[in-house]
């Protein structure tokens, strides 16, 4: 099983970025997707999850309006596009795979958002 994330980095605020994250290994197609993130000194937190078929999403209240989950089952493949970043939105973000059996994740990207 491999979660690899990519697309994180430093932005200025106001900006924004697109993570990925490509899965293999498990049935990503049938598994709830999520993206969490951990800043330091603070407990991992989630971010946001989208269902199997892409039509059920929730988002954390702090970046509702903001952030958008989606994910490509032809490609295994989720996504998280972030506008309008602000410094607090600093922190590593993992993506996450539940296939109900089992939980997954990513070894993370860090995202810095500063001027």
């Known amino acids: 099983v491999q979660l690899a994330e990519s697309g994180g980095g430093l932005v200025q605020p106001g900006g924004s970025l697109r993570l990925s994250c490509a899965a293999s290994g498990f049935a990503f197609s049938s598994a709830v997707m999520s993206w969490y993130r951990q800043a330091p000194g603070k407990e991992r937190e989630l971010v946001a999850n989208?269902?199997?078929?892409?039509?059920?999403?929730n988002y954390a209240d702090s970046v509702k309006g903001r952030f958008t989950i989606s994910r490509d089952n032809a490609k295994d493949t989720v996504y998280l596009q972030m506008n309008s970043l602000k410094p607090e939105d600093t922190a590593v973000y993992y993506c996450?795979?539940?296939?109900?059996?089992?939980?997954?994740w990513g070894q993370g990207t860090q995202v810095t958002v500063s001027s």
């Open positions: 989208i269902g199997s078929s892409g039509g059920n999403t």
């Open positions: 996450n795979g539940y296939d109900w059996k089992y939980a997954y």
